[in-house]
């Protein structure tokens, strides 16, 4: 088999960026070259699980360490906003974001061409939420990954993207449209601008990106999808049941108390680990309930003393090889952590704070895979219901074994790669 080239390119952010290494792996395992496009601030994640990575400017450029710490100052920055509803990051949170991520496009589009020039990939993967021109134009087919909530791929009969509506909500729906279409406006004609600057044609407002007409890859469960006005066409959206890939093995720690009592993770992610009220006021109530808990806190380990007997913390935790061994998970509802409780059959309390973990908070609600819960409008009582109902709810577990069984029965990371493999042998794919 001739050996092909494929390019991925993630946002800067470890939950796109280890599903494309999930997948990258597996393209690997068929024989192709995997290379990686990068944030010059994660060049050395993708070094890391032995891959080539390329560095390609999103912004102007910095010494590697203030780069990768870039994101962590930007949602450290917004922490007061965590505390508003999903409408009212629109003003403050939401308009930073796209103010950014406009910028990181056009950043992009001065390295694309040469960097794509030299790599010379057969095939391009993105995992974005804008479009990078020169990917579009470099003439090989590219595939679009949607490793955020598939409600990225809009519809009218499901919540727009970022909103945190529940599915029936319609009211809320237009609502949120009206208003980020109105907040959004001047930053979206900007980059309107810079599209037809290198050819491309104008978005309608609030469109940032489009599907691939090659195909587009959607991570989101079939269990847990919407239920959308169009269904979309399997020969250009394909549901991958996440993407897990696979990390080392954990060895869960004993505890000096509770050590025969079920376990809880709690994790917010990298970008979330600055919010420490949060994860002390939760490392408290956990330390007088009958479990044991490992805690991510990130880069704030310093910040943390008196632990209670029955929590272990952590900078950073192998999460794939760590779901497996647990009882209930606390997240902020990041798609990794989202799919990944849902891979493994474990229930979940979300917690979010931005972006689509809004979203992921109310789905696993509305399908009973667990429950969302305000980040900080909480009582201690609150907290014990839920990780009770967690652990112990038989229609929870239930549903819970279902959708396990379902995902762990088709292998995500598996079948983009022979999605992939297909695309990059003929140019498409027919199901």
């Not at 809320?172 to 004609?189: C, D, K, L, Q, T």
């Amino acid at each position: 088999m001739m050996s092909k080239t494929i390019a991925f390119f993630p946002e800067a952010a470890f939950g796109p960026a280890l599903n494309s290494v999930g997948i990258a792996q597996a393209v690997e395992a068929l024989g192709h070259k995997a290379v990686f496009l990068s944030d010059p601030g994660f060049v050395s994640v993708y070094e890391g699980y032995g891959f080539e990575a390329h560095p390609v400017n999103l912004s102007a450029p910095m010494p590697a360490e203030q780069m990768a710490k870039f994101w962590e100052d930007f949602i450290n920055g917004h922490i007061p906003n965590f505390r508003k509803s999903p409408y009212e990051q629109i003003d403050n949170y939401v308009k930073d974001c796209w103010t950014a991520i406009v910028d990181s496009a056009k950043w992009a589009e001065k390295d694309l061409p040469g960097v794509l020039a030299k790599i010379q990939p057969d095939l391009i993967c993105v995992d974005n939420v804008i479009l990078f021109p020169a990917i579009k134009q470099y003439g090989k087919p590219w595939v679009r990954i949607i490793s955020c909530s598939e409600n990225e791929i809009e519809d009218d009969k499901i919540p727009p993207h970022l909103s945190g509506c529940r599915q029936d909500d319609h009211a809320g729906h237009e609502a949120y449209r009206a208003r980020f279409n109105e907040v959004i406006r001047p930053i979206h004609e900007d980059f309107n601008t810079f599209l037809e600057g290198t050819g491309e044609a104008a978005y309608p407002i609030g469109q940032f990106f489009e599907a691939s007409p090659f195909m587009n890859l959607l991570l989101y469960p079939e269990p847990v999808k919407f239920e959308r006005g169009h269904p979309l066409d399997p020969n250009q959206f394909q549901y991958l049941e996440g993407c897990v890939r696979k990390e080392k093995p954990y060895e869960v720690p004993t505890f000096a108390a509770n050590n025969d009592k079920p376990l809880i993770y709690i994790s917010f992610g990298s970008l979330g680990a600055g919010d420490t009220d949060l994860l002390k006021r939760l490392i408290e109530t956990i330390g007088k309930l009958p479990y044991r808990a490992l805690v991510n806190v990130g880069d704030y380990k310093d910040q943390y003393d008196n632990l209670p007997g029955n929590v272990k913390i952590d900078s950073w935790f192998p999460q794939p090889s760590v779901i497996p061994q647990i009882d209930a998970a606390i997240h902020h509802g990041g798609n990794n952590s989202f799919t990944e409780c849902l891979y493994f059959g474990k229930p979940a309390i979300i917690m979010p704070y931005v972006w689509d973990g809004h979203d992921n908070a109310t789905r696993v609600d509305e399908t009973g895979h667990g429950f969302k819960m305000p980040r900080y409008e909480w009582t201690d009582a609150d907290l014990a219901a839920k990780l009770d109902a967690c652990i112990n709810d038989p229609k929870m577990k239930a549903r819970l074994a279902a959708t396990s069984a379902h995902m762990q029965g088709r292998n995500g990371p598996e079948k983009a790669a022979g999605i992939l493999d297909e695309l990059v042998k003929t140019g498409k794919y027919d199901g």
